[in-house]
């Protein structure tokens, strides 16, 4: 009888348990909902603003409905406020009405200002944002205190109507919207913030800058000119370029003067890629239908039913793991350490995602290596938060990551000297976590007084793997496990040791098993298969990914029956196990070095290291096609009809392609070294290759678009061909070389053109060469010449861009002449940036990450 009321006691305990997750289930989904409510109030009362800014005040029975709308909403953000604020233990940022958005308006404009005031000499914003105020340069440049940029942040936070207290009034497309504020009518902060980068500050600043001591008249640090010279000496590490000076400019040239930074921004528009090759359990579906994912220092929020983007941009570095509130709507995000001050260290930020508020910034200056894993407590409404530092000692942290502002360390241990695949908490013991990983399962215990105790996996005499690879949960609390062979094992709850051992399920490791919603499973590994279970651990179906999209190494469960797999080729399916899988993310999974858009549509194509030729359309977001050229990609460049593409390989082979068919039209071959650069004339006639062997290969076309017929080379460089540029009236080609040289070139004759007054009032069609007269301002006194990878300029001449190897974007004024030259920066990328490219329109930029394998679209703005 003890046994039976016992067992019943039990069964009733696990259905009151059922029932309590189905309710949390149910109160999620109501949050989300009230989320995409309020956002979409948000869109319908910008859309008001806008017509308001067009229309004028004709229609006042309009105005006056739309006004009690907005307090309504704002209301409502109120409230919401206030519940963060008794959740959180934090005073809500203010939530202003519409009438007196102007007011808030300028004063987030000043807040934002002094937040990211230092610089390092060119005018950009170095901050979270893609749209923030981009503050005057300093004379004596600083890390941003990134405590108080958020709190900054928070301010600037609340005049838009949500705040750091997580409210969620607006739904922002970008991180940065917290920095630059509330965009206010159609220029109203136009004025207000340009007035203060006006020529003559400017002037006056520089001024002040350089009475320090006693300089040479019309020098700088890094360029010298004298009086009535009409050319300057830009030292690039040490060794001094000679630029001449075009004949109109002769006379007004000054190098004290100061180039104001462009009054467009860049906002970032798109991402392409996926990190699935070394990072695991960061792909999930949010309630608001968007999945959420990262690749190089940016987070993606992607919905796929509206075809749109939101991104959220605060990390420094390249971002290594993602863990989901179990209130499904805040994220935190762990990133690796950088090498430029204490914002660049490992840390791990919490943020809300539907405002893209930062909540808070945990760890910073406490982890030593890149945060590997993060996991929120579930059975007690995800009040702490369970982070691996990847250092030699594995430390396991555990923090309330509600307290101060960096966060309240709870305890640490060495986890394991071993590498640690994950961390999670246990869904219904509270303090229960278990870590998985090389020759081990722990089973941890965190008591009340913060103490971590640990026991060991038992696997008796089973099998033990070398790596435990994936773990996932049943709705009784048993714990499921796969390894590197393919095994499955059930660790009943409460326990350490196996109950039930499924041999063999896949062929290789298991990198995840998703615990579905109806009780199943579905788990996925190294040999491509995803296998479909029942809640009895029944096989029911299977499903293989096609190999050219790579093992499978995230499941996750989308909208109904719909599945979400990250692939170890970076890319993202979607689908199910009767209509199969489409792919909807796409990348590459090496270096990528090249980039080239289309001169006539929204297209660009990309090689890589991976030996991957994509090419892609700027508008759908998506890959037209793909091919593997079977070597490493050094160069792409379309031809001026667009209709081929020219692949320059790392063995001194170049090949032809047909964009439309992707066909391999003609190969041809010009020394052993990499082919690093190609450009066609602008009458295109000729066809220019720089390559590694130090020379320049010239080639005359012909009708059929794949023939050309050499002309000969161009030699005189004492280095290896990094760029090049052809005049407006295809008579003359300029080039760089890896030590920082700038020589002309007669190109019919292939020989070198030695006198400047024939070159230096030529007009240039593009804007390559790194080193010229027209980038002088582009190169800080303490940059490397090989730390500026690329330029490029827009159709207009309006802009300059820059791609350096600290992972930015810089914007400039067209041309950058002046050695003072200010700019706006921008983050994304997490490794050299080694291209940038404006697409055909002059409207859109693309950027290529190297090591990071992706490609940022930006918009000008």
């Known amino acids: 009888m003890l046994e039976t009321e016992k067992a019943s006691l039990v069964e009733r305990v696990n259905d009151l348990e059922r029932i309590v997750l189905e309710q949390k289930d149910e109160i999620v989904c109501l949050k989300s909902t009230l989320a995409d409510v309020l956002r979409r109030l948000s869109t319908i009362d910008n859309s008001y603003d806008n017509a308001k800014n067009t229309e004028g005040s004709s229609h006042s029975g309009s105005v006056m409905s739309s006004k009690s709308f907005r307090f ?157 010279d009409d050319y300057l000496k830009l030292y690039i590490s040490g060794r001094p370029i000679v630029l001449h000076i075009p004949e109109a400019q002769i006379s007004s040239y000054e190098t004290t003067k100061v180039q104001p930074a462009p009054n467009k921004r860049l906002r970032l528009d798109w991402v392409y890629g996926y990190r699935g090759k070394d990072c695991r359990s960061n792909l999930h579906q949010l309630p608001t239908g968007e999945m959420v994912y990262f690749v190089a220092a940016v987070v993606i929020l992607y919905n796929m039913d509206e075809q749109s983007q939101r991104h ?72 702490i938060l369970a982070a691996i530092d990847d250092s030699p000692d594995k430390i396991i942290s555990i923090w309330d990551w509600q307290k101060k502002e960096n966060g309240r360390r709870i305890t640490e241990t060495k986890c394991s000297v071993d590498t640690i695949v994950a961390v999670e908490f246990h869904p219904l013991d509270k303090g229960q976590i278990i870590t998985i990983g090389k020759n081990h399962i722990a089973f941890w215990s965190l008591d009340q007084n913060g103490m971590l105790y640990k026991r060991m996996g038992v696997f008796e005499n089973r099998e033990k793997p070398k790596y435990v690879t994936a773990i996932s949960f049943t709705p009784a609390g048993d714990v499921v496990t796969g ?267 292939c020989r070198q053109i030695t006198t400047q007054s024939t070159v230096k009032n030529l007009e240039w069609a593009t804007q390559s060469c790194t080193v010229s007269f027209e980038t002088v301002g582009i190169w800080p006194e303490n940059f490397d010449g090989t730390d500026i990878n690329s330029v490029c300029k827009d159709g207009e001449e309006q802009f300059l861009v820059t791609a350096d190897d600290t992972g930015k974007i810089r914007l400039f004024s067209y041309p950058a002449s002046q050695p003072k030259s200010l700019s706006h920066a921008y983050r994304g990328h997490s490794s050299h940036v080694t291209a940038v490219k404006f697409m055909h329109d002059g409207v859109r930029l693309l950027s290529a990450g190297g090591l990071d394998t992706s490609v940022l679209q930006w918009r000008v703005v």
Request: with cysteine; hydrophobic share 35%.
């Open 483 to 749: 390894d590197s062979n393919g095994n499955i094992s059930i660790w009943p709850r409460g326990t350490n040791v196996i109950s039930r051992f499924l041999k063999k399920v896949h062929e290789g490791s298991i990198f995840s098993i998703c615990a579905l919603r109806n009780g199943g499973f579905v788990s996925g590994g190294k040999d491509g298969r995803l296998v479909l279970m029942d809640d009895s651990m029944r096989l029911k179906s299977e499903q293989l990914v096609e190999a050219h999209f790579g093992a499978v190494r995230v499941v996750t469960q989308g909208k109904g029956s719909q599945l979400l797999i990250g692939t170890t080729k970076n890319c993202i399916l979607s689908g199910d196990f009767t209509l199969g899988l489409v792919p909807i993310v796409m990348g590459h999974t090496d270096l990528l070095w090249s980039l080239s858009s289309h001169p006539q549509v929204a297209q660009f194509v990309t090689g890589g290291r991976d030996r991957l030729l994509q090419l892609w359309d700027s508008l759908s977001h998506s890959v037209v096609w793909s091919k593997d050229i079977g070597e490493p990609i050094q160069t792409v460049q379309f031809s001026n009809t667009g209709d081929t593409i020219i692949v320059g390989g790392v063995g001194g082979r170049w090949m032809v392609f047909d964009t439309v068919t992707r066909e391999l039209l003609a190969v041809y071959q010009d020394g052993q070294d990499v082919i690093q650069t190609i450009k066609f004339s602008p009458d295109s006639n000729l066809l220019a290759l720089g390559s590694k062997d130090c020379g320049i290969y010239i080639y005359q076309c012909t009708k059929v678009p794949h023939r050309f017929s050499k002309i000969g080379k161009c030699a005189g460089h004492s280095s290896f061909i990094s760029h090049m540029d052809w005049s407006k009236d295809s008579t003359v080609l300029r080039s760089n070389s890896g030590d920082y040289e700038l020589l002309y070139w007669n190109p019919t004759l």
């Open 72 to 228: 309504s909403r704002n209301t409502i953000t109120r409230l919401n406020s206030t519940v963060d604020e008794k959740r959180f233990g934090r005073v809500p940022s203010r939530v202003t009405s519409s009438p007196s958005r102007s007011m808030s308006t300028a004063k987030a404009s000043s807040l934002a200002q002094k937040a990211i005031h230092h610089s390092n000499g060119s005018l950009h914003s170095d901050s979270m944002s893609s749209h923030s105020i981009s503050p005057a340069p300093s004379p004596s440049p600083k890390q941003p205190n990134m405590q108080n940029l958020s709190a900054s942040a928070a301010g600037i936070g609340g005049v838009g109507g949500v705040g750091m207290g997580g409210g969620m009034g607006k739904r922002w497309s970008s991180t940065g919207d917290f920095v630059s504020g509330s965009p206010g009518p159609a220029g109203s902060n136009t004025g207000n913030s340009m007035s203060r980068f006006s020529t003559k500050s400017l002037l006056n600043l520089n001024s002040s800058l350089s009475g320090n001591g006693p300089k040479q008249a019309g020098s700088h640090a890094y360029v010298q000119r004298r009086d009535d």
């Open 312 to 383: 959220y941009v605060g990390h420094t570095d390249d971002v290594k793991s993602l863990a989901v509130h179990p209130n499904k709507l805040l994220v935190a995000t762990g990133q690796c350490g950088g090498h430029e001050g204490r914002d660049t260290l490992p840390h791990i930020r919490v943020w809300n995602s539907v405002s893209l508020a930062t909540l808070n910034m945990i760890g910073l200056g406490d982890f030593t290596g890149a945060i590997n894993c993060l996991s929120f407590s579930r059975a007690d409404s995800g009040t």
